[in-house]
């Protein structure tokens, strides 16, 4: 960076005159009409401060609807709370007409119908993953990708009234008596098989929550370092090897994180769900059988609840499934989080 | 010996290589098989809608509200009048709370604790079942007016459209090179007008993106519309009224007995989508086209 | 017409780190003065409290006294007020790319709420024309984007942009580093007709630059002035031995 010392600057010490030129136009009356017109503009202070302190109120109205969200939950769920304390999670009857609510059913519902959901989509979701990120040719990967999104942005309605008129038929009518034939010995897939159930719901979920696992892994998988996988391919290691030493290992907390944010959707999903899974408070493990959760409950039975309790009882339902997405959110953030802001420190 | 050893070593080593191959091409053809696989519900999902959906749609569906049980005929105007209505509400609360946030994020909050508090906050918000926030605008409006209302409804979606909107306002204001916002201040324009007039409009392409995007969600959410919006067989623009939307109609409907109502559900959710996904389409080609030409 | 600088002992920080250490240098009115010396030495951070940009990160803090003809910019002004008399022109150019390139120059005024069409017409071609980038943009003043021109167009167009406010002082900081030697040579001939008009001060890294351009120079190392004094004497008889090593390119 250093510059040619004192030999040379005799020659350059000699500044040459400016060239007259229009550029140098003599500046004419505008010049001080422009300064005192910003002179006598206010600075603006006011403004500002009024301008920062709304951008802060709307940043703060997002803590308030939380703090309000919590509250009201709370406050109208008071009532079962004191009735019913811990027990509710732990009654296995749900009867509006007694007045006895427990809350065991939806909760074994969502969780188990979650889970499948997550069982079958996990799977799916790294397969495509690995297609997307490796196999695929060039030009069929940003097609396929965009039709994965487009999955995404299908309502949940819609998926639910797809599932009642196509999916349960061949769960009933296809899937069904084979799984009964080969796994029935099981206990899971005990006929009478109505198509309406736990199983499909699984399914349906699954569906759902595969376009979320498999771009957030793709994601982390994409932030392994090429360098990494050139290594393992420059020691001889097959495709599978590569993937499995290098990108699988390297990425893993971010597809568990990945998978925990599909779980966390599959748990509060409503519609689909509601709409397939026969609705039926049970606690069974026949997965033909219908079932009922958390969220399904609320949508089939709140703007009918009569009664305080009830109303109270279903609340309490809301104020629980919001408790359990918001602690499986946050973990599935952390991960993706932990992973992506290395790849990016990575990059610095 | 030797020779026969070697001859063994070889073998086993080509049977190794054998197993590591056909391992390979069994997880590539896994890999595959999938794609495939989860491309079937979505290829059966959108070709089974435009059959249904086509087949069932008419005129009639637009400017019609629905007919009597038992009835043929009918349609769903009311409820793409009601979507419109509570979708316009939710906009013009969500968007700029939306924004506004997300311009306290890029602007004033970048590293600090109560920025990343908000951050948080939003992601958490993000992560609430729309069924929950149903019953927040149920306990919050309905339950104070005691009657269902549009006007819950449409907060109920703008709640939802907050977070969305909020993150990627940040994102995208965080894009804009710090030199342009120090170039405004230096030619005395206060920080407002510089937040307005540069660091928003330079990021507008990718703020409106977010913001479709958004809009495009909820204007499928049926769940936090049950007991806000609730339904209405006519059409209505009282939003402090029982309304009706798109999605509630649909769900209705498809739960119904009759078919003359699945048909109008099918006709309703190729609506609905085409809606949705004219949204993300045009996004996509607006945000395409909307990259700044020269520069950078 | 420019004004006068009187810089009495200031000091600035960058969180824990001490920038700039108790500089006292006057500034004299209608010339170009140069500030050199090595990266990191505290010239940069110097100009940019000269127009208060210093503070406008978080971490930034300035203390001391600096006098614009006679106005304490710290005390009696507020930091808009004081850029609005100050023009600065950064290291890399940054025209806004969303604007015109009419709307680039235009935006010191319009976004401080100047309305008047014609007189806005007349001072985005005079402004130009002293940037001597008229003729090249002239047919596509609202066409084009301002980022769309070449880099040694854009930093003309940024000079364009700081002189359309009418400011009585000018800080330029680095203004040629990033370009190419022909686009310096004309940002240099610029800094030449435009310094009869206002008070310039330069930061260069280009000791060549600081000689043809700048009747005074100062040598800032290590966050202290070292030296300021005439051109020609900083460059041919410096009195500190420190400012001779780096002239002849002994250290840097």
Same mark, same amino acid.
């Given at each position: 960076?250093?510059q040619?010392?004192? +030999?040379?600057?005799?020659?350059?010490?000699?500044?040459?005159?400016?060239?007259?030129?229009?550029?140098?136009?003599?500046?004419?009356?505008?010049?001080?009409a422009?300064?005192l017109?910003?002179?006598?503009?206010?600075?603006?202070?006011?403004?500002?401060?009024?301008?920062?302190?709304?951008?802060?109120?709307?940043?703060?109205?997002?803590?308030?609807i939380? *703090?309000?969200?919590?509250f009201?939950?709370?406050?109208?769920? =008071?009532l079962?709370?004191?009735?019913?304390?811990?027990?509710f999670?732990? #009654?296995?009857?749900?009867?509006?007409?007694?007045?006895?609510?427990?809350?065991?059913?939806?909760?074994?519902?969502?969780?188990?119908?979650?889970?499948?959901?997550?069982?079958?989509?996990?799977?799916l979701?790294?397969?495509? *993953?690995?297609?997307?990120? +490796?196999?695929?040719?060039?030009?069929?990967?940003?097609?396929?990708?965009?039709?994965?999104?487009?999955?995404?942005?299908?309502?949940?309605?819609?998926?639910?009234?797809?599932?009642?008129?196509?999916?349960?038929?061949?769960?009933?009518?296809?899937?069904?008596?084979?799984?009964?034939?080969?796994?029935?010995?099981?206990?899971?897939?005990?006929e009478?098989?109505?198509?309406v159930?736990?199983?499909?719901?699984?399914?349906?979920l699954?569906?759902?929550?595969?376009?979320?696992?498999?771009s957030?892994?793709?994601?982390?998988?994409?932030?392994?370092?090429?360098?990494?996988?050139?290594?393992?391919?420059?020691?001889?290691?097959?495709?599978?090897?590569?993937?499995?030493?290098?990108?699988?290992?390297?990425?893993?907390?971010?597809?568990?994180?990945a998978i925990?944010?599909?779980?966390g959707? *599959?748990?509060?999903?409503t519609?689909?769900?509601?709409?397939?899974?026969g609705? %039926?408070?049970?606690?069974?493990?026949?997965?033909?059988?219908?079932?009922?959760?958390?969220?399904?409950?609320?949508?089939?039975?709140?703007?009918?609840?009569?009664?305080?309790?009830?109303?109270?009882?279903?609340?309490?339902?809301?104020?629980?499934?919001?408790?359990?997405?918001?602690?499986?959110?946050?973990?599935?953030?952390?991960?993706?989080?932990a992973?992506?802001r290395?790849?990016?420190?990575?990059h610095? | 010996?030797?020779?026969?050893?070697?001859?063994?070593?070889?073998?086993?080593?080509?049977?190794?290589?054998?197993?590591r191959?056909a391992?390979?091409?069994?997880?590539?053809?896994?890999?595959?098989?999938?794609?495939?696989?989860?491309l079937?519900?979505?290829?059966?999902?959108?070709?089974?809608l435009?059959?249904?959906?086509?087949?069932?749609?008419?005129?009639?569906?637009?400017?019609?509200?629905?007919?009597?049980?038992?009835?043929?005929?009918?349609?769903?105007?009311?409820?793409?009048?009601?979507?419109?209505?509570?979708?316009?509400?939710?906009?013009?609360?969500?968007?700029p709370i939306?924004?506004?946030?997300?311009?306290?994020l890029?602007?004033?909050?970048?590293?600090?604790?109560l920025?990343?508090?908000?951050?948080?906050?939003?992601?958490?918000?993000?992560?609430?079942?729309?069924?929950?926030?149903?019953?927040?605008?149920?306990?919050?409006?309905?339950?104070? =007016?005691?009657?269902?209302?549009?006007?819950a409804?449409?907060?109920a979606?703008?709640?939802?459209?907050v977070?969305?909107?909020?993150?990627?306002?940040?994102?995208?204001?965080?894009?804009?090179? %710090?030199?342009?916002?120090?170039?405004?201040?230096g030619?005395?324009?206060? $920080?407002?007008?510089?937040?307005?007039?540069?660091?928003?409009?330079?990021a507008s392409?990718?703020?409106?993106?977010?913001?479709?995007?958004?809009?495009?969600?909820?204007?499928?959410?049926?769940?936090?519309?049950?007991?806000?919006?609730?339904?209405?067989?006519?059409?209505?623009?009282?939003?402090? =009224?029982?309304?009706?939307?798109?999605?509630?109609?649909?769900?209705?409907?498809?739960?119904?007995?009759?078919?003359? &109502? %699945?048909?109008? *559900?099918?006709?309703?959710?190729?609506?609905?989508?085409?809606?949705?996904?004219?949204?993300?389409t045009?996004?996509?080609?607006?945000?395409?086209? #909307?990259?700044?030409?020269?520069?950078? | 017409?420019?004004?006068?600088i009187r810089?009495?002992?200031?000091?600035?920080?960058?969180?824990?780190?001490?920038?700039? =250490?108790?500089?006292?240098?006057?500034?004299?009115?209608?010339?170009?003065?140069?500030?050199?010396g090595?990266? #990191?030495?505290?010239k940069?951070?110097?100009?940019?409290?000269?127009?208060?940009?210093?503070?406008?990160?978080?971490?930034?803090?300035?203390?001391?006294?600096?006098?614009?003809?006679?106005?304490?910019i710290?005390?009696?002004?507020?930091?808009?007020?004081?850029?609005?008399?100050?023009?600065?022109?950064?290291?890399?150019?940054?025209?806004?790319?969303?604007?015109?390139?009419? +709307?680039?120059?235009?935006?010191?005024l319009k976004?401080?709420?100047?309305?008047?069409?014609?007189?806005?017409?007349?001072?985005?071609?005079?402004?130009? $024309?002293?940037?001597?980038? &008229?003729?090249?943009?002239k +047919?596509?003043?609202?066409?084009?984007?301002g980022?769309?021109?070449?880099? #040694?167009?854009?930093?003309?167009?940024?000079?364009?942009?700081?002189?359309?406010?009418?400011?009585?002082?000018?800080?330029?900081?680095?203004?040629?580093?990033?370009?190419?030697?022909?686009?310096?040579?004309?940002?240099?001939?610029?800094?030449?007709?435009?310094?009869?008009?206002?008070?310039?001060?330069?930061?260069? %890294?280009?000791?060549?630059?600081?000689?043809?351009?700048?009747?005074?120079?100062?040598?800032f190392?290590?966050?202290?002035?070292?030296?300021?004094?005439?051109?020609t004497?900083?460059?041919?008889t410096?009195?500190?031995?420190?400012?001779?090593?780096?002239?002849?390119?002994?250290?840097?």
């Amino acid at each position: 960076m250093m510059q040619p010392g004192l +030999d040379k600057l005799p020659e350059i010490t000699v500044p040459v005159e400016p060239q007259p030129s229009a550029a140098d136009a003599a500046p004419s009356a505008a010049p001080s009409a422009i300064r005192l017109f910003l002179q006598q503009r206010s600075a603006g202070r006011w403004a500002d401060g009024a301008f920062r302190g709304l951008m802060m109120l709307c940043a703060f109205s997002i803590f308030a609807i939380v *703090a309000l969200i919590v509250f009201v939950l709370v406050k109208n769920s =008071q009532l079962s709370i004191h009735a019913f304390g811990f027990k509710f999670f732990k #009654g296995t009857s749900w009867d509006p007409v007694s007045g006895d609510f427990g809350a065991l059913p939806f909760i074994y519902g969502t969780v188990v119908s979650s889970l499948l959901a997550v069982a079958i989509a996990v799977p799916l979701s790294l397969c495509v *993953a690995i297609f997307l990120l +490796d196999i695929c040719p060039r030009p069929l990967r940003s097609p396929i990708a965009f039709l994965t999104e487009l999955l995404a942005a299908i309502p949940s309605v819609v998926y639910g009234l797809w599932a009642v008129f196509i999916l349960v038929p061949i769960m009933r009518d296809n899937v069904g008596p084979i799984l009964e034939k080969y796994l029935g010995w099981t206990g899971f897939f005990v006929e009478p098989n109505f198509g309406v159930g736990m199983l499909t719901a699984g399914v349906i979920l699954a569906i759902m929550i595969f376009p979320i696992i498999s771009s957030i892994s793709r994601d982390v998988m994409k932030a392994v370092p090429i360098a990494q996988r050139e290594a393992a391919l420059a020691l001889g290691a097959t495709r599978w090897e590569m993937l499995r030493m290098s990108v699988l290992r390297n990425s893993r907390l971010g597809i568990v994180g990945a998978i925990i944010l599909g779980l966390g959707r *599959a748990l509060g999903e409503t519609m689909a769900v509601t709409m397939v899974i026969g609705n %039926h408070p049970d606690i069974l493990k026949n997965l033909f059988a219908p079932g009922y959760t958390l969220a399904s409950v609320i949508a089939n039975e709140f703007s009918e609840a009569s009664g305080d309790l009830y109303l109270s009882a279903l609340i309490e339902i809301g104020l629980a499934l919001f408790l359990v997405t918001i602690v499986v959110n946050a973990i599935a953030r952390l991960l993706v989080w932990a992973v992506t802001r290395g790849e990016s420190a990575g990059h610095a | 010996m030797s020779g026969t050893r070697t001859t063994r070593t070889a073998n086993m080593n080509r049977l190794h290589e054998l197993r590591r191959s056909a391992v390979n091409h069994f997880v590539t053809g896994l890999a595959v098989f999938s794609t495939v696989l989860v491309l079937v519900p979505l290829v059966a999902i959108v070709g089974y809608l435009l059959y249904k959906g086509a087949s069932s749609l008419n005129l009639a569906f637009f400017i019609h509200v629905p007919a009597p049980v038992g009835e043929p005929g009918g349609g769903m105007a009311n409820a793409i009048m009601g979507s419109a209505v509570i979708l316009a509400l939710a906009s013009s609360i969500g968007i700029p709370i939306g924004i506004a946030a997300g311009v306290y994020l890029a602007e004033y909050g970048r590293g600090r604790h109560l920025g990343n508090l908000v951050r948080f906050t939003a992601d958490v918000l993000n992560g609430v079942p729309s069924i929950v926030m149903g019953i927040a605008a149920y306990s919050l409006i309905v339950a104070k =007016q005691h009657h269902f209302s549009g006007f819950a409804g449409g907060v109920a979606l703008a709640i939802m459209m907050v977070p969305t909107i909020t993150r990627t306002t940040e994102e995208m204001l965080a894009t804009v090179p %710090h030199a342009i916002r120090e170039a405004a201040l230096g030619l005395g324009i206060p $920080k407002w007008r510089t937040v307005l007039s540069i660091s928003l409009r330079t990021a507008s392409p990718g703020i409106i993106t977010g913001c479709m995007l958004a809009f495009a969600r909820v204007a499928g959410e049926t769940a936090p519309l049950l007991f806000t919006a609730f339904g209405n067989q006519f059409t209505s623009f009282d939003m402090t =009224q029982p309304i009706a939307a798109l999605p509630l109609q649909i769900y209705v409907y498809a739960v119904s007995p009759y078919d003359e &109502w %699945h048909r109008l *559900a099918w006709a309703g959710a190729l609506v609905l989508i085409a809606m949705i996904m004219g949204a993300v389409t045009l996004v996509r080609i607006f945000s395409n086209r #909307g990259a700044l030409q020269g520069g950078h | 017409m420019g004004v006068d600088i009187r810089v009495e002992n200031l000091n600035a920080w960058y969180g824990n780190t001490h920038t700039l =250490q108790d500089i006292n240098l006057h500034i004299p009115s209608n010339q170009a003065t140069a500030l050199i010396g090595p990266s #990191g030495c505290g010239k940069s951070t110097f100009v940019r409290c000269l127009n208060r940009m210093h503070e406008t990160n978080p971490i930034a803090r300035a203390e001391g006294t600096v006098l614009m003809g006679g106005l304490d910019i710290y005390k009696d002004a507020s930091p808009v007020e004081i850029r609005r008399r100050v023009g600065m022109v950064f290291q890399r150019p940054n025209p806004f790319p969303t604007m015109s390139i009419y +709307d680039n120059v235009a935006s010191g005024l319009k976004l401080n709420g100047f309305r008047n069409k014609r007189m806005l017409d007349e001072v985005v071609e005079r402004s130009l $024309k002293q940037a001597a980038l &008229w003729e090249e943009v002239k +047919d596509d003043l609202r066409k084009k984007s301002g980022a769309s021109i070449s880099g #040694g167009q854009q930093q003309r167009l940024c000079i364009a942009r700081a002189l359309a406010v009418d400011p009585e002082v000018l800080l330029m900081d680095e203004p040629a580093s990033a370009l190419d030697p022909v686009s310096t040579a004309k940002i240099e001939d610029l800094i030449f007709q435009l310094k009869s008009q206002y008070t310039i001060v330069i930061v260069t %890294h280009n000791m060549q630059q600081a000689a043809r351009v700048a009747a005074n120079t100062g040598f800032f190392l290590n966050g202290k002035l070292v030296e300021f004094d005439a051109t020609t004497k900083i460059f041919t008889t410096p009195s500190d031995k420190r400012t001779e090593d780096y002239i002849t390119g002994r250290f840097g």
